[in-house]
Nanobody, 125 residues
Framework: QVQLVQSRGGLAQSGGSLTLSCAAS????????WAWFRQAPGKEREFVGA????????EYSDSVKGRFTISRDNAKNTVYLQMNSLKPEDTAVYYC??????????????????WGQGTQVTVSS
């Protein structure tokens, strides 16, 4: 089992920045990928990006590429989502997730085994 606890979200103005964190506990050594997803009201959960636990390789959705950065601190078992140049359309509940299998496709929410509690990010225009 892996437990994921997310930091609080927050409110930012358009063009601003926020950083989310996700602290893991339990069998963290079993994780292959950490990821961030988001879900806006009335929409499906959307892949934001992922990071491979072993070597830090990252990938991002086109909607956030160049603006968001995922990093991890394996010693602290913590994953971060640095969000810059925020836009109102980034408003959503953000979730961190953990996969304990070595997936080919990292963008599918159904393939992740553990989830954080979600945190609200609101970007005002």
């Amino acid at each position: 089992q892996v437990q994921l606890v997310q930091s609080r979200g927050g409110l930012a103005q358009s063009g601003g920045s926020l950083t989310l964190s996700c602290a893991a506990s339990g069998r963290t050594f079993s994780a292959y990928f950490w990821a961030w997803f988001r879900q806006a009201p009335g929409k499906e959960r959307e892949f934001v990006g992922a990071i491979r636990r072993s070597d830090g390789t990252t990938e991002y959705s086109d909607s956030v590429k160049g603006r968001f950065t995922i990093s991890r601190d394996n010693a602290k078992n913590t994953v971060y989502l640095q969000m810059n140049s925020l836009k109102p359309e980034d408003t959503a509940v953000y979730y961190c997730a953990c996969a304990v299998t070595n997936m080919i496709t990292r963008a599918a929410a159904a393939l992740y085994d553990y989830w954080g509690q979600g945190t609200q990010v609101t970007v005002s225009s």
